[in-house]
């Protein structure tokens, strides 16, 4: 019932645990009896926060006694979060690649730093530049539903500067992206996560819950994704390569925008031996 917390703190990379923390109102709140300090935790994959937005720091109240804090809880309703939940921000964004390496993959470590569940929540505050949208096909919940089915549990959605009509409370929340994502790879010039071989739990895991398979092929698979960083001298280079080993290797020029799930575009990178992309 009373708040807790503590943190975990590995390569300069802070991730915190709440235990019994509260969404209510909007705002996270931090119930004790005892007068405490609270860490400001980035909530960015990226090293970049927008106006301080991109942060969890809960506004602490403070109880003369348990009985006191009880009175207030039985106030007050909200919808209890059983398990693990991740709390984060993502840029509403149509780059799926971003998507995974600066959001995804940054809360997954940070829940890794806690534990491995078959299953755990997500609660997702959006940053968004108002009235931009994205000049092509992507849609805007593309990434999102990609979120959903990596986590497999409750998938709590809302933009940042919205009202959110459900209160909560959270048996654990786990924060603790920043400095995490591809943008800012860490001193020793990896991804994080290294000692943990966090970057294959994370693979594994994407592969387990979109059902990937990998395919056995007799010949050497070699992808070239096409990317518009190549110049038209490239594509020549690229295409005369294809045509030049096609009886030696199994080469393919690929298109994201024309393999129209994400399922599909998991499968094909699974079965690639030599990726080369822009």
Known sequence: MESSYNVI???????????????INDTFL??????????????LGTAMRNRDNATLHPTIKIFSNISELQTYIQTI??????GITNFMHHFYDHNVAHALYDTLYPSYLSCLRYGNFD????????????????PG??????????????????????????????????????CGQENCGI???NKKGIMPGGDINAMKQFRLR??????????????????????RRYTKEEIVV??????????????QIIDWSNIPTFQEQLQIMCDTDIHISG
């Open 137 to 174: 096909n992507a849609s805007r919940d593309y990434s999102l539903d990609i979120f959903k089915t990596f986590c497999g549990g409750k998938f709590i959605h809302k933009r940042i500067h919205d009202k959110h009509d459900v209160n909560y409370k959270f048996d654990i929340l786990i």
């Open 119 to 134: 299953t755990y929540n997500m609660f997702i505050e959006t940053l968004y530049v108002p009235g931009w949208s994205f």
């Open 238 to 251: 690229i295409q005369y390569f294809i045509n030049k080993y096609s009886d030696v290797y199994n080469c």
């Open 183 to 185: 943008s800012c790879v």
């Open 206 to 227: 994407m592969h387990n819950v979109y059902n990937i398979v990998p395919n056995v092929a007799d010949k050497l698979r070699i992808k070239f994704i096409m990317s």
């Open 77 to 82: 309703s909200f919808d209890l979060i059983e």
């Open 9 to 23: 703190e590995i390569d300069d990379i802070k991730t915190v645990v709440y235990k019994n923390l509260y969404y």
């Open 30 to 43: 931090y119930l004790t009896l005892n007068n405490t300090e609270l860490p400001i935790i980035g909530t």
